[in-house]
């Protein structure tokens, strides 16, 4: 089967032009969702694609949608989100919306059979940073309650993997099997302030030493349960916070992340275990308490084989890989068939102006993108409407 050939030229000359737009003269971007950069970064995804001959369209929460003029659907939807974090790169999110961008320009220009059933979508707010954003992926729920998410035949998502799995092992593609779930927790540990100089160790009730006790536990806690995950400890407020005054109270914030529900099921548990047991030792109370939890999503088999077999054509350097990193895909593979393609990120970088992908495996992964919304049109085409959605469920 031969395959239209993506405007590598174009493709990259698209990612420039929107990585200026809120860039600092480090190029740091600060296209955080709802601000000004945020807002013109949208308009110009919605001008170029207009320009391209395309009808495109927002909804009441800000996502920007493309696809051809007189298309019926079901729909094929490709895309990412156009939001940064505060200092991030030029690829997080925004190499999936050009490539999707760039994939139904391609198969539109060339007339390709597959381009009446194909959509792109920039989303609005991924990252989550700010007070109003509620965790993060508005844009991707907002789609997931609106009665368009039952015109769709599913969900594929090129990202970087944000991470340094793939250039380690020297990949060009990657086939995602899943996103770890994740859960926060909130630990809090009340003990006794007191003179830091005057009172000896064995009879202080030091919240501080609990705090920084349980952090130091909570690699080991992950690594016990399961050598996969991953756990963090991201901050420690200890009261009063003064160099001479025992702690008399400390609030610990922990992440993990895992690829299974029993994992994390066995590593909260354990966590717990832990807490009460140093909390008890140094004359203290404490309390861990889930301030968030996103499931672990498992994408559709058939989907994933399916990218895995375009993957495999590109590029000999391939290996499937489940994603730590949260994505709007996870959110779309509850409501219909989803898959995902990484391509490397060099030196495991994201967040960050250090952000960087070899030119040649980002025109690599959206020319991968192309040849995978063909394969999965005529998959999809030739499933039953309601199996299309089952296999989501």
Not at 89 to 112: F, K, P, Q, S
Not at 215 to 242: H, M, Q
Not at 304 to 327: I, K, P, W
């Amino acid at each position: 089967m031969s395959f239209p050939t993506i405007n590598a030229e174009r493709l990259l000359s698209d990612l420039t032009h929107l990585g200026q737009i809120g860039a600092d003269p480090r190029g740091s971007l600060y296209r955080v969702a709802g601000s000004a950069a945020d807002l013109a970064g949208r308009d110009w995804i919605d001008k170029t694609m207009r320009v391209a001959g395309l009808h495109t369209w927002r909804d009441e929460i800000g996502n920007v949608f493309s696809r051809r003029t007189d298309s019926e659907g079901p729909w094929l939807l490709i895309g990412s989100h156009a939001d940064t974090v505060p200092g991030g790169g030029h690829l997080d999110g925004a190499y999936g919306v050009i490539a999707a961008m760039e994939v139904l320009r391609t198969l539109h220009e060339a007339n390709h059979p597959a381009a009446d059933y194909l959509e792109t979508v920039a989303f609005y707010d991924e990252e989550g940073v700010t007070l109003q954003s509620n965790g993060g992926l508005v844009g991707s729920t907002a789609l997931s309650e609106n009665p368009h998410v039952q015109e769709l035949m599913g969900y594929l998502e090129l990202h970087v993997e944000q991470g340094p799995r793939m250039e380690r092992a020297e990949l060009d593609l990657s086939a995602v099997t899943g996103i770890v779930g994740v859960r926060r927790y909130l630990v809090e540990i009340d003990g006794q302030e007191n003179h830091a100089g005057t009172t000896p160790f064995e009879l202080r009730a030091d919240a501080g030493r609990v705090a920084t006790r349980f952090g130091a536990l909570v690699r080991d806690v992950c690594r016990n349960i399961d050598a996969t995950s991953i756990g963090n400890v991201g901050s420690i407020v200890l009261e009063p916070n003064a160099p001479n005054v025992v702690p008399g109270r400390a609030t610990v914030q922990v992440e993990v992340r895992a690829g299974s529900e029993k994992a994390l099921d066995g590593i909260e548990a354990l966590l717990g275990e832990e807490l009460q047991r140093i909390a008890s030792e140094e004359k203290c109370t404490a309390g861990l308490r889930t301030t968030s939890a996103k499931p672990v999503a498992e994408f559709d088999t058939r989907l994933v084989d399916t990218v895995e077999q375009v993957c495999v054509r590109n590029s000999e350097r391939f290996e499937r890989m489940l994603s730590y990193a949260g994505h709007d895909a996870s959110v779309m593979s509850t409501k219909v068939p989803t898959a995902m393609i990484f391509v490397p990120s060099t030196g495991g970088y994201s967040h960050s102006n250090l952000e960087h992908t070899p030119d040649e495996q980002l025109v690599l992964g959206t020319q991968a993108l192309l040849e995978s919304v063909v394969a999965v049109v005529n998959l999809m085409l030739a499933t039953d409407v309601s199996e299309r959605h089952s296999l989501a469920a």
